[in-house]
């Protein structure tokens, strides 16, 4: 059974980073396309970030030159480094890993406040 736990969610003020993980189990994701959505109160869910098997990038534009994902196939884990954060920013974090099925973790909480 494919099981997606996401960690790293917090608390941080404005300005502040916050790394988040997502670790696989249960199979094999090399190649699988590995992706951040997020979802704000009363929104609906939105891409942050996707990195493909071979390592190419795309971000939301709201995030370009402010987050930055990364991957670790030998861990099947995807990474999320967020640097300065902004309240915007706040919502529930979700991962996802996509090749013919589609997986999700069941999200973690980001607030950005001071």
């Known amino acids: 059974q494919v099981q997606l736990v996401e960690s790293g969610g917090g608390l941080v003020q404005p300005g502040g980073s916050l790394r988040l993980s997502c670790a696989a189990s249960?199979?094999?994701?090399?190649?699988?396309?590995m992706g951040w959505y997020r979802q704000a109160p009363g929104k609906e869910r939105e891409l942050v970030a996707l990195?493909?098997?071979?390592?190419?990038?795309n971000y939301a534009d709201s995030v370009k030159g402010r987050f930055t994902i990364s991957r670790d196939n030998a861990e099947n884990t995807v990474y999320l480094q967020m640097n300065s954060l902004k309240p915007e920013d706040t919502a529930v974090y979700y991962c996802n890993f996509r090749l013919v099925l589609i997986y999700w973790g069941q999200g973690t909480q980001v607030t950005v406040s001071s």
């Open positions: 990195i493909s098997s071979g390592g190419t990038t």
């Open positions: 249960g199979g094999i994701f090399s190649n699988y396309l």
